[in-house]
């Protein structure tokens, strides 16, 4: 989101900083690795219009940068029938229903009387390494700064107006407006800057590759027409086309336990990591037997961490309080915020530098309903006004 936003900016002619806490394309934090899914299979109808935003300005900033970072899928959506959740994001996505032994060569077995239905459009798998250095190389090559192994530690009201930020290093940068984009460390870094407690919890979630069988690899490709997946059954999985890494297939499950952001220091291994792999190599070995191998477990385990809210809807909002609109905070995006980064670095980017984002009002997207207010016992007040 902060390198979204950092494009968004400078795109508009403002000098922008961007300040990483780490090394640039580090694995500490929820944006790194080689794929994620972007779809419009969603039983929320306020999200279609951001991600459908988002799809056409993935595609501005590629042509931009003149390389790809999104590939076309189709998205298979599956579970109970009496699912609402699922049955919303079904007609939300426009999606068909379809009769899986008669698709990608019966790769997929499900329950019998299962809803499964199939998006052809606005679907895909996003390199999210490739991408997050497309939009920083975009941005710099607009004029922007970027530092990284700078860590924000405070954030102050100018003696003169503006913002002041400071990093661990001892440097002050002096900005009219600053944005905030930190993850997981949301939440300790506000409380310390205005005393604002944010109810997002990091969980510690693992992605995980599995090798196909031998005489199936290409059947299971992007290049093929095989898509990405997801399940609102038990367990929770969801799958990506075999397309970074030859041979294998990423197919993991969602959730993880709660974990300490401040301590992570490398990809760490927890208890949480075996339950998930042997629940995935469980549907695996039911739903996908004759195409994938469970037995022996995942060739690949990367960690990652997921930001949560209680409702699993993002924070997009100005901070307020003394900071009245100079501290914008765009956080809490909860396992499937990837997707709409473009989106969001640029509503995040028109608020901070015209108060409002005209491009989020013209899509149709609500912006009120990400407002930090909506969390019980906010101890500051932030901007009363639709933006």
């Avoid at 969603?42 to 940068?65: G, H, I």
């Avoid at 993002?314 to 995006?333: K, M, N, R, S, T």
Wanted: proline share 6%; glycine share 12%; hydrophobic share 40%.
């Amino acid at each position: 989101m902060g390198s979204c936003a950092a494009h968004a900016a400078a795109s508009r002619g403002a000098r922008a900083l961007l300040l990483e806490r780490f090394d640039l394309l580090h694995h500490l934090g929820s944006s790194h690795g080689e794929s994620r899914i972007i779809r419009d299979a969603y039983a929320k109808a306020r999200c279609l219009p951001m991600v459908r935003l988002a799809r056409r300005l993935w595609s501005d900033a590629e042509a931009e940068s003149g390389y790809r970072v999104l590939t076309p899928a189709p998205h298979l959506s599956f579970g109970p029938r009496d699912d609402a959740s699922l049955v919303r994001a079904v007609e939300n996505a426009g999606a068909e229903e379809v009769d899986l032994a008669q698709m990608w060569g019966g790769a997929i077995r499900i329950p019998d009387g299962w809803l499964t239905a199939v998006s052809e459009h606005g679907g895909g798998v996003l390199n999210a390494n490739k991408a997050m250095a497309m939009f920083q190389a975009l941005a710099v090559k607009m004029g922007t700064v970027v530092r990284d192994n700078s860590e924000v530690v405070s954030i102050e009201k100018g003696p003169e107006g503006g913002v002041v930020v400071k990093t661990s290093g001892g440097e002050e940068f002096r900005r009219a407006k600053c944005v905030v984009t930190v993850g997981a460390w949301a939440s300790k870094l506000l409380k310390s800057v205005a005393g604002v407690e944010l109810p997002i919890q990091p969980l510690h979630t693992l992605t995980v590759y599995w090798r196909i069988k031998p005489g199936r690899e290409q059947s299971l490709t992007a290049k093929a027409g095989f898509p990405t997946f997801s399940s609102t059954g038990e367990p929770p999985v969801y799958g990506i086309p075999s397309l970074e890494i030859p041979g294998l297939i990423k197919i993991s499950c969602d959730g993880g336990p709660p974990c300490d952001p401040t301590a992570v220091t490398g990809s760490p291994v927890t208890a949480g990591d075996s339950e998930i792999t042997e629940r995935v190599a469980r549907w695996i070995e039911e739903a996908m037997p004759g195409h994938v191998e469970a037995a022996g477990g995942p060739v690949i385990r990367q960690s990652c961490m997921c930001c949560m809210t209680p409702d699993s809807d993002f924070v997009i909002d100005f901070l307020g309080g003394e900071f009245g609109e100079d501290v914008v905070v765009g956080v809490g995006f909860s396992g499937h915020g990837f997707k709409m980064a473009p989106a969001v670095g640029r509503f995040l980017a028109e608020m901070a530098i015209d108060g409002k984002s005209n491009t989020a009002a013209e899509a149709g997207v609500e912006l009120g309903h990400y407002r930090i207010s909506r969390f019980d016992g906010n101890p500051m007040g932030n901007a009363a006004k639709d933006y």
